[in-house]
């Protein structure tokens, strides 16, 4: 079991930037595959970005990709999520998720999830 708390979120103005942070409470952080999922109002949960236990290996939606990036510290048990160009498309609330399994492709991610998640965290991006 793991416990993941965001923090970051905010208001911003399209084309700014916000770091979300998630810190996970599990001394075993490294062996979680972690993600980023968010939802928007009305809409469902969508898969943002995912990054393997190493760390060498991340995947991205074609929606943020070039402009999001996914990041993890070991020694913090983190895991950041940077972004930048923000549009007022990406307002939502963003969720922090870790799975047990291997790294796998990020079609799986959408359409299964991750095991554990976050309570997360709002990201207003005003035009």
């Known amino acids: 079991q793991v416990q993941l708390v965001e923090s970051g979120g905010g208001l911003v103005q399209a084309g700014g930037s916000l770091r979300l942070s998630c810190v996970a409470s599990a001394s075993t952080f490294s062996s979680y595959v972690m993600g980023w999922f968010r939802q928007a109002p009305g809409k469902e949960r969508e898969f943002v970005t995912a990054i393997s236990r190493s760390g060498k290996i991340t995947s991205y939606a074609d929606s943020v990709k070039g402009r999001f990036t996914i990041s993890r510290d070991t020694a913090k048990n983190t895991v950041y999520l940077q972004m930048s160009t923000l549009k007022p498309e990406d307002t939502a609330v963003y969720y922090c998720?870790?799975?047990?399994?291997?790294?796998?492709?990020?079609?799986?991610?959408?359409?299964?999830?991750?095991?554990?998640w976050g309570k997360g965290t709002l990201v207003t991006v005003s035009s």
């Open positions: 998720a870790a799975d047990r399994s291997p790294y796998s492709t990020s079609d799986n991610y959408r359409a299964r999830g991750m095991d554990y």
